[in-house]
C-alpha cells in the first residue's frame, strides 16, 4: 500500500460517519482514526446552495444533503410503512431523513440543520454515489415554503 493510498482512504474516512478504519493483510496492517467529530466545511454532506433566481423575496437559504457513501437510498426503515420524510415536512438538525442500504447495513441520512424539506432529487431505490445531492433543506423563514408543496403525482419517490 502506497502513501497516496493511505491518504485516499484518510481523506474518504473523513466525509463519512465512520470514526475508525482498520485495514490488515500480508505484511500491513493500516489503522486510521478520526479525532474530531466536527465535520469539515468540505464534508459534501452539508453543502450550501443559494436560491433559484426569482425565487421569494424571503430570505431563504438552501442546505443541500448530500449521500455520505454509497448505496441505495430507501425512503423508509424496511418493513415500515410511512417515509421518513416527504417535501414540506419540518425538519430537525440531526433528524433521519432517509437511509442508505449497504448489503445489510442502513446508514442515516441526516439533516445538517433545521428546516422544511424540500423536494427528493433521487427516487427511492436508487443507486447513489458519494456526494450525490439528494434534496435540499430550506432555512432561514419560519413557515413552510409554498415552493415545498407538490401533489403526489410529482413526487419522485416510489412506494415499496
Not at 128 to 155: F, K, M, Q, R
Request: aromatic letters at 4%; proline letters at 9%.
Amino acid at each position: 500500500m502506497q502513501t497516496q493510498d493511505i491518504r485516499q482512504l484518510a481523506e474518504w474516512l473523513a466525509a463519512t460517519d465512520i470514526d475508525f478504519l482498520e485495514l490488515s493483510g500480508p505484511g500491513i496492517e493500516v489503522k486510521l482514526h478520526r479525532h474530531s467529530a466536527v465535520p469539515s466545511g468540505n464534508d459534501p454532506a452539508v453543502a450550501r446552495s443559494e436560491a433559484p433566481p426569482g425565487e421569494d423575496v424571503r430570505s431563504v437559504d438552501r442546505m443541500a444533503v448530500c449521500a455520505s457513501s454509497p448505496g441505495v437510498l430507501l425512503d423508509r426503515i424496511p418493513g415500515a410503512a410511512a417515509p421518513l420524510c416527504v417535501p414540506g415536512d419540518a425538519v430537525q438538525a440531526g433528524g433521519v431523513l432517509a437511509v442508505l442500504s449497504i448489503g445489510c447495513l442502513l446508514l442515516p441520512v441526516r439533516a445538517p440543520c433545521d428546516g422544511w424539506a424540500g423536494n427528493w432529487l433521487v427516487p427511492s431505490g436508487s443507486t447513489v454515489g458519494y456526494g450525490t445531492h439528494l434534496l435540499n433543506i430550506d432555512t432561514g423563514i419560519d413557515e413552510n415554503p409554498a415552493s415545498v408543496h407538490a401533489s403526489p403525482e410529482e413526487l419522485p419517490w416510489t412506494s415499496t
